[in-house]
Every structure is written in structure tokens, then in C-alpha cells.
């Protein structure tokens, strides 16, 4: 199983990227896919999740600005960021919470994306 992400970027402050994040491999279901992220010399943060079949959660700082969304048929979340400050800018992390084959049953685990870059400047 892999997570691939990929949309970030160097943007200005008040502009907007999309984040996208496909999972692949043998899996059987999905419950959650979200985004975290991580600026330098700090932890890994929770932007926004999507749990099936439907609940979103967002981290108080998104305050209406990033949208989460999920495609069910291709194993994909996105986040759209619109009006993105400095203080956004880090390491975004795409996350799944799901079951994969593993040939002689199904396992569930919990897998992280390599990471895509976002720099808002000021």
C-alpha cells in the first residue's frame, strides 16, 4: 500500500493550492484520510480528516479556509487552501486509516503519504 501526494508549492500569502493524495495497493476499505502537517522545529499537526462515510474534522487554525474532500471511487482525499498565510507553510502529510490483502487475510493499518512541500510567502 502507498499513499502518493502530490500539489504543493510555493504560493502568496492570500493565494490558494490543492492537495491531492491517492492510496494504491491491495485495499479493501478505507475508514479515514486526512492531512497533517509539520513546519520545522515543530510536531506533526492535524489539518483536516475525513472519516467514512462522512465526518469531517478540521483543526481550529484552517478557520474556514481549507476544504476536505474525498473520492471513494479512486482511493483519493483533497485539500483545497485558499487564502493561505506564512504561518501555513510546512510539510503536508497525507494520511488513511484502512484494510488492505495481505494474501491470507486483511490487515488494518494506518500509512502516511511522503510528504509535499508548502511555502506561502509574505
Known amino acids: 500500500v502507498q499513499l502518493q501526494a502530490s500539489g504543493g508549492g510555493l504560493v502568496q500569502a492570500g493565494g490558494s493550492l490543492r492537495l491531492s493524495c491517492v492510496a494504491s495497493?491491495?485495499?479493501?476499505?478505507?475508514?479515514?484520510m486526512g492531512w497533517y502537517r509539520q513546519a520545522p522545529g515543530k510536531k506533526r499537526d492535524m489539518v483536516a480528516t475525513?472519516?467514512?462515510?462522512?465526518?469531517?474534522r478540521y483543526a481550529d487554525f484552517v478557520k474556514g479556509r481549507f476544504a476536505i474532500s474525498r473520492d471513494n471511487t479512486k482511493n483519493a482525499v483533497y485539500l483545497q487552501m485558499d487564502n493561505l498565510e506564512p504561518e501555513d507553510s510546512g510539510v503536508y502529510y497525507c494520511?488513511?486509516?484502512?484494510?488492505?490483502?495481505?494474501?491470507?487475510?486483511?490487515?488494518?493499518?494506518?500509512?502516511w503519504g511522503q510528504g509535499t512541500l508548502v511555502t506561502v510567502s509574505s
Open positions: 495497493g491491495s485495499i479493501f476499505s478505507i475508514s479515514e
Open positions: 475525513v472519516r467514512h462515510p462522512g465526518t469531517i
Open positions: 494520511h488513511a486509516d484502512l484494510t488492505y490483502d495481505r494474501g491470507s487475510d486483511y490487515y488494518t493499518d494506518d500509512f
